[in-house]
């Protein structure tokens, strides 16, 4: 690569980033441009930019094929307190991002056309990052650190002079550090009527559809089409660049130094604004926003949608048990109760292969068994699509999804809750949700936002003492079947675990014994089928079971069950709660029982 020689004095010129007009740095030395011809490598050296001073987190865009007038411009720099890309639609604009404190030197390389043509070093310049800890556009130079900047760049005390000449005497606020030397006026925000773009929450925008219609929300003083040109109001503003602000998510997609597409994911929905940066292609950049209205697609209260939308999970899973169900109505925003059809698209084997196909899910509502009679073998659900009924053929609104199967299967298809008795006192079930008989995982966590109860009159959930779950009955709560859902959590943020437990709502009068005595039937506290499990257990009953006071109760084993009842003396009225605990506080029920 040929080195350019030479020399040129260069004007100083001090700015600073602006607010919403324009887009500038805090303090930059930089001279106009300067028109040459890159005839061969040893042409004069152009020092377009010297130092660029910025805010940590700001940001400073430059037009490099306006400064350098050259063609095929590559920019180099192996620091990371201060980085670059080129912007979305290239055009030779420049977004330089203050990283950390410190300083970065940039090299830009043109391209040389001619006999001797070949790569040449047009410039260097470096970039100084300075404290700041508010936001970086209304940052301000305070002039009493101009000491401390200086030792870090190459100013001789001439240059300070002319520096000095510049700066007011409490800070820099101008609202354009380039000189173009063509006396451009920036571009300028202005509010149409109506907003000319839309969206649906969680569903990514169009990129191109922003980029096209960036013209109906700023207008450029000095830009005009000449007439009979081929031109379109949009090539007179430009995209720069797509901020995340507290409406937005926007990731960048980056081929090496280049952003070649934005990701840009709505966050609430209603009429919310969109932060921007545009161009007017000669020299001026203005920061602004895009009023767009969107529409809610998904319900607020829907943990699997927050979940597969969540802009800040990478590649999110819902792991599914055996005995959860998903009703896909709970999913959707429907407040028009729109008659729906929805469809799941999933992945089954196929001998050694993956296949894929889309099916058609009745009553809105399915578990991987109800899976299994309309597909064996599935391994995944990529997709939960939602259909208006009077257009089965295009989906109104689709969730991308991995939900796959999981062998963490805390809780059996339905358990036995006996009733809290008045005077008595309340039933209760405790689980330790890390342990063998919860999820098996010392790294699992449950919050009490992630008990979704379906019945709280009849049963109330929480969590308790960490990591344990905490079930309590009803007061005369019976013949009921009560569902919730648990969410579960483990050390992948991006995991999330479903388990449905069902509780029958019960009184002893319904579980009675052989001789039709009202009875705790414990076989169906903890559903074993296993003769062994509960001769075992009989041989253990001071250890597993315990009675606040001395009571006439009498546990024991008969017909392969194991049971408790009050003898035939005990008055009428008894009560008594009974603790029945032989996983050694990890799987606890405290039932009330009065004769």
Do not use: C
């Not at 995982?441 to 109330?460: E, F, G, K, P, W």
Request: hydrophobic content about 35%; aromatic content about 12%.
């Amino acid at each position: 690569m040929g080195k350019l020689k030479g020399s040129r004095k260069k004007e100083k010129f001090i700015g600073t980033i602006a607010g919403v007009t324009a887009i500038a740095a805090p303090l930059m030395m930089v001279p106009g441009p300067h028109s040459y011809a890159l005839i061969n490598k040893d042409v004069e050296a152009i020092d377009a930019i010297q130092t660029i001073v910025l805010p940590l987190h700001g940001k400073k865009y430059i037009d490099l094929n306006l400064l350098y007038q050259t063609w095929g411009l590559e920019v180099n720099s192996t620091d990371t307190n201060a980085t670059g890309l080129f912007t979305y639609q290239g055009n030779g604009i420049y977004e330089i991002t203050a990283n950390s404190i410190g300083s970065a030197t940039f090299t830009v390389i043109g391209h040389n056309e001619g006999e001797n043509g070949g790569d040449v070093e047009v410039d260097n310049f470096k970039v100084i990052v300075v404290e700041n800890n508010d936001d970086p556009d209304n940052y301000k130079f305070d002039v009493y650190n101009i000491n401390k900047l200086l030792n870090q760049s190459i100013y001789s005390k001439e240059q300070v002079t002319d520096l000095l000449k510049n700066i007011s005497p409490i800070s820099v606020n101008n609202s354009d550090p380039f000189s173009y030397k063509n006396g451009n006026i920036p571009p300028y925000q202005i509010y149409p009527s109506s907003s000319y773009i839309s969206g649906k929450l969680g569903v990514p925008l169009d990129i191109n559809e922003i980029r096209d219609e960036i013209y109906n929300y700023f207008d450029d003083y000095d830009g005009y089409i000449p007439e009979g040109s081929e031109q379109s109001p949009s090539d007179l503003i430009g995209l720069v660049s797509v901020e995340s602000n507290a409406d937005f998510s926007v990731s960048v997609q980056k081929e090496g130094n280049r952003i070649i597409n934005y990701t840009i994911t709505p966050l609430h929905d209603g009429d919310v604004n969109l932060d921007v940066v545009v161009t007017d292609h000669h020299g001026g950049f203005t920061k602004g926003h895009i009023p767009i209205h969107i529409d809610r697609v998904f319900n607020s209260t829907s943990v699997l949608a927050k979940h597969f939308l969540s802009p800040e999970l990478n590649n999110p899973v819902l792991y599914l048990s055996n005995d959860a169900g998903i009703n896909l109505s709970e999913i959707f925003y429907n407040p028009d109760n729109v008659s729906k059809v929805y469809k799941l698209s999933v992945e089954y084997a196929s001998g050694d292969t993956t296949e894929q196909t889309d099916l058609s899910i009745g009553n809105n509502f399915f578990t991987w068994q109800s899976l299994s009679y309309l597909q064996y073998g599935i391994t995944k659900i990529t997709k939960i699509l939602a259909y208006d009924n009077s257009n089965s053929e295009v989906p109104s609104a689709t969730l991308n999804v991995d939900i796959e199967r999981t062998d963490k299967d805390p809780f059996p298809t339905v358990l036995n809750l006996y009733q809290s008795i008045q005077d008595v006192g309340t039933s209760s079930y405790i689980l330790d949700y890390q342990s063998a008989k919860g999820f098996n995982d010392s790294s699992i966590t449950i919050n009490n936002s992630d008990l979704q109860n379906m019945a709280y009159s009849r049963v109330t959930a929480a969590v308790y003492q960490n990591h344990y779950l905490k079930f309590d009955a009803g007061y005369g709560a019976v013949d009921w079947t009560t569902s919730m859902k648990v969410y579960a959590h483990d050390s992948n943020p991006a995991h999330l675990y479903l388990d449905d437990f069902n509780f029958n709502l019960v009184s002893t009068s319904q579980t009675k014994r052989f001789d039709a005595k009202p009875a705790i039937q414990f076989s169906q506290l903890y559903p074993i089928n296993n003769y062994d499990y509960w001769n075992n257990f009989s041989s253990h009953i001071s250890e597993y079971v315990t009675l606040n006071t001395p009571t006439k109760i009498n546990i024991g084993f008969a017909s392969g069950t194991m049971t408790a009842t009050y003898q035939d003396d005990a008055s009428e009225g008894t009560g008594e709660i009974v603790k029945i605990d032989p996983y050694n506080g990890t799987s606890v029920f405290y039932i009330p029982f009065k004769k």
